[in-house]
């Protein structure tokens, strides 16, 4: 057991005689920010899904936050954060429901959440709007709401779902801003976005096409490694090189 | 010059929250007109009412000459509309989907061929695929021929491609362009920012308002204030540093780099980064790259809605 | 500034239909899981409601508790031993055995004769006592007529003395007194309403969750020919379900059927149309395939049920709710059903029930049309 974040080792998932995730081998280090990005259908989501305990892998091994993906998912399910856009907080409750409830489920204790539902919604600006429904918050500060929430319980990792879709910029910056200040504090963020100059902002980060690895490192190293400027360019290029229709 | 769409203070609400709050613009014939904005700006209202799904609650609109709410039977036959997420059938196949609209309308695949082409080939291979079974990128494709199958005068396309990968987003964009430069009158949205230089004349949108319209080059120059590309060491503890210091309007990550806008208009961009370089230094990022460059889209959008709000 | 539609051409009009009326098919037979559904089920209904839903009884578990035998208890006994409705589990002389009986469910009637009954008979009064297990309401009073009857048909052989009132009882057209003859017609109905109004609601309510309901509005239908387009198939596969309904009646529960076939397939026909425009008279209130789906079972197959006559006789409803059952259109199908096959009464006997429905399809398909979004609601 070594201390890294994420570890997989020749992960790999079929469907039948479908291979979503073909052998990926990657390392995520604590307090890093992370990209795993990649084209609709490459492989992406069936990962993370495996990563976080929900989808039992087909062979290869991964381990999360210390905890093998096989064996404990449960575990792990208890030790990340998760957020994607398409579900993260109840539209018919209010902030405080929403905190009060997350922090039932993940077992903090009554004070507790009281204390960190106040320091939260005051950090977010949300105390004015702490009552009223989620359902009528502008989108963006549902976008943060949802990851204070996913890091209610100070995980040591924290799964972000192409968290910014359909963002104004101004709110998708402010939202990186969130997510380097718990990465300064040791919280790994693991991230997947499909705005290629977010992939610029990550430590380290991944490209999987057809269910391979077919980037992994920094994005300067990915850049000079292709002759490109721009992240973008890097995709096209290993999206191009792909087979089937585009 | 022939107008093809004529806006003037549309108003749409929605119980209590306002889609559209006054919006006024004019689009020209044979145009590829863009709608830059983020989720909630009013787009998809905006192109439902101009496509007469909808009728606005106060302000008025014209298509081709038609009033989209009174003479929304006329209208309805001459425009081509593509909504913001996949609104064809999964269970039918690429050609079952494409005849069954162009029986809609009265006409038939083969009459229309020679005019779809252009998009259409290159799904035909793939025409006895379920719709459902598609990629991404080849829905659009064939949500573009449906919308073409009819000879639409005008083009409103919500949105295309949203949830689509960098590669495919290019190819609709080309496809776009070559319908423009044969003569079509194109009305599209984007929440990307860089789509927007692919168009004629853009409009930011956001809550509801227009912030400004023009052509994307022209955009930039409308900035007033000197813009700077900061890169090196640590990012987050750079920003921290730039917002800082004394003169910092703005500090925003973009990509690779770090946009700083300077709150004193006059000043000489390169004048500036020298200090700006010292300023760094000084508070220990010694390498850090410092150069004036050309506001973009974004940065624009980003000033407009902060003067806004 | 509008210029006239020259989207008149009946050619033009009859091949836009076509093409919708394609593709409609195409999704119906696509969908293979709700296809055999739909087909299957009104077999499946008609079987299941005629061999599990008896209001008569057969196979009485009965018991006997003769304290002194003789020959007429014997007598009585073997009365009941010879009717096939009764199926004698045991005699006893106490009735000690019998609450535990009862209490297992292994006995429904038990007769208790008095010490001395022939003796008693003989001086012209005799008792017994009838318990029956009536914790099924149905069939308890059933039990307890059928028991009397035998009863009374012994006494009829034993007294010397004709009775007073000599009542008899006979059933008009259902001498077997065989409920699934009532039932049937509202079983038809029910399938068809299933099959016409639910399923129409929910066709149309998918093409606005789905979103595709946008792309139809934006060109030149007019709403009654997305109502058509969406309709015709499921009229096919209804008439179908009629026939397939009725021929399952007929053929294996032998359900007479007395008048003329084909005025019942045209009722069957008109009863549909209602059906249909229900359906889509209940799409155009709904922006979601559940809320369809509730409003079609809540206001339709509910009242269909319940209100029609299909089980409860309308007679036995309080006053106040017999109204109402007139608007139920199943109501008027079923009275037309039942007078077709168990009475065979025509067109002339009909014709005011005819009516109504046809008056019923008429006002729904016009309030649909009218209903119709033409636009997206906000």
């Not at chain 1, 084209?39 to 991964?62: C, D, F, H, Q, V």
């Not at chain 1, 209010?94 to 959440?113: A, H, K, V, W």
Request: net charge negative; aromatic share 8%; with cysteine.
């Amino acid at each position: 057991m070594n201390d890294a974040a994420v570890r997989a080792r020749g992960l790999t998932r079929r469907f039948g005689d479908f291979t979503a995730v073909d052998a990926i081998t990657f390392e995520v280090a604590a307090g890093e920010v992370f990209g795993f990005l990649g084209a609709n259908g490459a492989g992406k989501t069936t990962a993370i899904r495996m990563l976080t305990g929900l989808l039992r892998p087909t062979s290869g091994e991964a381990s999360v936050a210390g905890h093998d993906v096989r064996t404990e998912p449960d575990a792990i399910k208890r030790s990340i954060g998760y957020m994607s856009q398409r579900f993260s907080l109840y539209e018919d409750l209010t902030p405080r429901e929403n905190i009060r409830l997350y922090g039932g489920i993940y077992g903090l204790p009554r004070s507790e959440i009281r204390r960190r539902t106040d320091h939260l919604l005051e950090r977010l600006g949300l105390v004015s709007a702490a009552d009223e429904l989620v359902a009528g918050l502008p989108l963006g500060w549902k976008q943060k709401l949802a990851f204070s929430v996913a890091l209610l319980h100070e995980p040591d990792i924290v799964f972000l779902d192409e968290p910014t879709g359909g963002v104004d910029p101004v709110t998708r910056r402010q939202f990186w801003e969130m997510i380097y200040e718990a990465a300064a504090s040791g919280t790994t963020a693991f991230v997947t976005t499909h705005y290629m100059d977010e992939a610029e902002y990550c430590d380290r980060l991944s490209i999987m096409v057809s269910g391979r690895i077919a980037a992994l490192g920094t994005p300067e190293e990915l850049k000079r490694e292709h002759g490109v400027d721009s992240i973008e360019d890097v995709f096209v290029r290993l999206a191009r090189g792909g087979p089937e229709d585009s | 010059m022939k107008t093809d769409v004529v806006v003037r203070d549309l108003v749409r609400t929605f119980d209590d929250t306002t889609a559209l709050a006054g919006v006024s613009f004019e689009v020209a014939a044979g145009e590829l007109f863009g709608f830059i904005g983020p989720d909630g700006a009013g787009k998809t209202t905006l192109f439902r009412i101009l496509a007469t799904l909808m009728a606005p609650d106060r302000g008025s609109a014209e298509v081709l000459g038609y009033d989209v709410v009174d003479d929304m039977w006329a209208l309805r036959r001459r425009v081509g509309y593509m909504p913001g997420r996949f609104s064809l059938y999964p269970d039918l196949s690429v050609l079952e989907n494409l005849s069954f609209f162009a029986s809609v309308f009265g006409t038939t695949v083969a009459r229309q061929y020679d005019r779809i082409a252009p998009i259409y080939r290159q799904i035909e291979p793939f025409a006895a695929r379920r719709a459902g079974a598609l990629s991404g990128g080849m829905k659009q494709k064939l949500a573009l021929s449906c919308a073409l199958v009819h000879e639409p005068e005008i083009l409103f396309l919500d949105e295309p491609t949203t949830g689509v990968d960098a590669v495919s987003r290019r190819e609709f964009w080309d496809m776009l362009q070559g319908l423009r430069d044969d003569g079509l009158t194109i009305v599209v949205s984007t929440p990307y920012m860089d789509e927007a230089d692919r168009c004629d004349r853009v409009a930011l949108l956001d809550g509801g308002r227009i912030l400004r319209i023009d052509a994307p080059a022209a955009l930039g120059r409308t900035y007033g204030r000197p813009l700077l590309a900061v890169r090196g060491g640590d990012r987050y503890r750079l920003l921290k540093a730039l917002r800082e210091l004394p003169h910092t309007a703005s500090v925003y990550p973009f990509g690779a780099s770090l946009h700083y806008t300077d709150a004193r208009a006059d000043a000489a961009p390169e004048a500036l980064a020298v200090e700006l370089r010292d300023a760094l230094a000084a508070a220990g990022f010694a390498d850090a790259d410092v150069r004036p460059i050309e506001p973009d889209i974004e940065d624009v959008f980003m000033a407009l809605m902060g003067a806004a709000a | 500034m509008s210029t006239p539609d020259r989207d008149r051409s009946l050619r033009r009009v009859l091949g836009v239909l076509g093409g919708f009326i394609r593709k409609e098919t195409r999704h119906i037979l696509r969908d293979r899981q709700t296809l055999a559904v739909l087909l299957a089920l009104p077999l499946v209904e008609v079987l299941l409601f005629g061999f599990v839903i008896r209001t008569d009884v057969e196979n009485v578990r009965i018991g006997f508790v003769v304290p002194t035998p003789d020959e007429a208890t014997a007598a009585l006994v073997t009365r009941f031993r010879g009717s096939d409705l009764f199926s004698p589990i045991g005699t006893w002389t106490s009735t000690d055995p019998l609450p535990a009986l009862f209490e297992r469910g292994e006995l429904d009637q038990a007769i208790v004769l008095e010490p001395d009954f022939a003796a008693d008979l003989g001086r012209g009064r005799a008792h017994l006592l009838i318990v029956t297990d009536a914790s099924d309401p149905n069939t308890g009073s059933a039990m307890s007529t059928y028991a009397q009857q035998v009863i009374r048909g012994y006494e009829r052989e034993a007294a010397p003395a004709p009775p007073l009132i000599d009542s008899r009882i006979r059933i008009r057209f259902d001498p077997t007194l065989e409920s699934r003859n009532l039932f049937v017609p509202g079983l038809i109905a029910l399938v068809l309403t299933i099959v016409s109004a639910l399923m129409t609601s929910i066709a149309i309510t998918r093409e606005k969750e789905r979103g595709t309901m946008e792309v139809l509005l934006v060109s030149p239908l007019r709403p009654w020919q997305i109502i058509v387009g969406k309709v015709a198939p499921y009229l096919l596969l209804a008439f179908i379900n009629a026939l397939t309904a009725l021929g399952a009646a007929w053929l294996v529960f032998g359900v007479p059927f007395r008048g003329s076939l084909v005025l019942l397939l045209f009722e069957s026909l008109l009863y549909i149309f209602v059906s249909l425009a229900l359906g889509v008279f209940v799409s155009t209130r709904a922006q979601s395939q559940r809320a369809a789906m509730l409003g079609a079972v809540a206001g339709l197959l509910m009242p269909s049920t319940l209100l029609s006559g299909m089980i409860f006789p309308i007679h036995s409803m309080p006053a106040w709710l017999r109204p109402i059952t007139n608007i139920v259109p199943a109501t008027w199908f079923i009275e037309i059903a039942r007078g077709v096959m168990l009475k065979g009464v025509g067109l002339a006997h009909l014709w005011q029930e005819t009516l109504i429905l046809i008056l019923m399809a008429a006002v729904l398909t016009v309030a649909s049309v009218r209903n119709f979004d033409t636009r997206l609601s906000g």
